[in-house]
């Protein structure tokens, strides 16, 4: 059985006869899914959907003996769902009884015992392959909500940010009383949504990003956090929708099921007196499960990505900056094309040139390859073959032939721009054919800085404009400065001029980049680039994952961390101590699209398949690469914030390495 496969009755069975009514996790017995479960009520021709919707007449059926069993319990609702891991086929999905009962209104050992009870009526009914579970909703009564939620406060406290990431512990930790929305009577009470900002012009930054030495404040609080598995650093700012006050916070992030409570609260308290000896008074320190994941994207052909795109699927065909791509020995691991560079290198007193695209190493690299060489300046040489795009390309043709099929069928609209499409892809279905260049150098980290970029040198015969005329230029759609300009002054962005928009201004859609960001620059933005008002430079990107995105700059370094593992590196890290763990520096990005949450003040800069993705400034400097993101676990969409190398230590980097490397403008 392949991982994330759903064991079969039998299979389930084979241990025990009766282990059908087995828990299989606090009041489930739903098989268990590697990754995130998706629900669904496609696929639901099994027989048991017709004998439950004909239920509750007879007491003798399964729905009145399991209503019978539930009694006692503040039933909301019952509900039949198929159920199985993200993307599985139809056929790999299980049919599950869900039950859902008020939160805080029962306890755990009375929530196991009558499901393990529905389980055996639906066992004796004939329906063995049909599962229960139960869960909780919200109270309706305001107090019971509130008791319900400071019961379980890990769970409710970073409620708002994009992957719900658990709270563990907070020093100093004053009493938590949130504010709670109990406006609308047709609902049951939520409490307020969180928001991060950036730390802003607070006096902490010059001691924060300037000092490593042994002393300094960034390496005692890494001190602090021996014998944590944890995984990040940010120095953020949190408050509630709505209200003014945003605190400054130290977040350490750690592995999810790494650190009890107790264990993080001791980490939160040796933190917060190393920010107090260093003079800061108004910042605490909280400790949360999250993961640093790389943005590269593993795909199944079935899936469909932003179907029906036009744009973006004319994009992928071209040389702009943000199509997807992917190694052509595995397709199913997209990132993002990133900018253009122009590398010279010198070898034996012969100077070569050429003209490379840039991406994330663990983009286009397998985890067993390993840079060449023992000293932190080699480079590994390579000439795997790249494609533009990867998996996605099977998804867009199954797309477009099935839309120009659907439109000649019913003679609606006009199919020209689809045929173009489908031609265009169709001439491209052979990996040479859509083979753009070949891998040249990968790199792997340097000096504390996470630089894990890789060169993808560009074949000649696959490009139709000369190589030395090709520039840096991102598709961001047609009309989208208007777009913005609406959406973010919505949300009290603005600058001087009271407009946000592209300098200089978009030509048809397509936007040129010159020129790089200093990261003094994202320190310390220049009033210009500010279009916050929060001492914070405004970025853009597009890429695969998310297309064009907006957001802002944290002007604190944030620390990413992967223990060493005895095996070597996998080749998503970066180094910082060839004897310690795996440390490197990079610079924090925080959303404020609001494209998938309804205008929410945060939403992700970043997300998977958006590895590699040049970010730049509104004035068309390039700022740096998307790398990796900030999020609950594996299998969640959103990131709560987005990492991004800055350019500037990339190009030093190369420099390092003897690549002598200029954006191509």
Known sequence: MEPGDIPKTEERNADDSSSSTRLTSQGSTVPRINGRREYTTTGSEHPFVDYWNKCGKDPEDALSQIMSTLKGLQLSGIHVF???????????????????????SFDWEQGNAAVLRCQEILD???????????????????EDYRRWILKDRGRHYYKGLPSNPTFLARSPDPTWNPPINNMDSGYPPSVEHKFLMPIGCHPILEKWNNDDYASSLRSQVVSNLKGANWTSVDMLRCGYVGK?????????????????????????????VTLFNHGIIDMSCEVKESQVVPLSKLQPPSTVVD??????????????VGAT??????????????PYLRVKTVENGLETSSVCALTCRHVVSSSTQEPEGSGSKKVRQSCEAIVQ???????????????????????????????????????????????????????????????????????VDKHERPLDTIKNQVPIGYDVEH?????????????????????????????????????????????????????????????????????????????????????????????????????????????RDGKYL?????????????????????NGRVAGMVTAGSMWDLEDRWTNVTYVTPMEWILEDMRECGLEATLCE
Request: hydrophobic content about 30%; charged content about 25%.
């Open 307 to 320: 179907a029906g795109n036009l744009w973006k699927a004319s994009y992928n065909l071209t040389d702009l």
């Open 82 to 104: 198929r159920v199985g891991p993200r993307n599985c086929e139809t056929k790999d999905l299980v049919l599950v009884v869900s039950i859902w009962v008020e939160g805080g």
């Open 598 to 618: 309804d205008l929410s003040p945060t939403s992700s800069f970043g997300i998977a398949g958006d590895s590699g993705a040049c970010a730049w400034d509104l």
């Open 325 to 338: 791509i992917a190694k052509s020995d595995q397709q199913g691991k997209q990132g993002t094309k990133g």
């Open 124 to 142: 004796q009914h004939g329906f063995p392959d049909v599962y229960c579970e139960l869960g909780e909703v919200a109270p309706r009564r305001l």
């Open 389 to 459: 795009p990867g998996i996605d390309y099977e998804t867009e043709v199954k797309y477009f032939a099935h839309r120009l099929a659907s439109k000649q069928k019913s003679h609606w609209g006009d199919p020209a721009a689809d045929e173009g499409m489908l031609r265009s892809y169709n001439a491209r279905s052979t990996v040479e054919s859509r083979t753009f260049g070949h891998l040249a150098y990968t790199r792997q980290g340097s000096s504390g800085r996470a630089t894990d970029w890789a060169l993808i040198k560009l074949d």
């Open 483 to 591: 777009g913005y300009s609406r959406k973010y002054q919505s949300q009290g962005w603005s600058n001087a001029s009271g407009n946000f928009s592209f300098d200089p201004r978009p030509d048809h859609g397509i936007y040129t980049l010159r020129g790089v960001t200093p990261v003094a620059s994202i320190q310390e933005p220049e009033e210009w680039t500010d279009p916050t008002l929060h001492g914070a430079i405004c970025l853009a990107k597009v890429g695969h994952g998310s297309g064009l995105t907006l957001g802002i700059a944290n002007q604190a370094l944030s620390i990413l961390h992967r223990p060493k593992s005895p095996q070597g590196t996998t080749g998503d890290e970066t180094e910082l101590d060839e004897d310690d763990d795996l440390i490197s520096l990079t610079i924090c990005v925080l959303s």
């Open 244 to 272: 003014k006050d945003a605190p400054a916070i130290l977040f350490v992030s750690v592995e999810p099921g790494s650190t009890t409570p107790e264990e993080a609260r001791q980490f939160a308290d040796r933190c917060a």
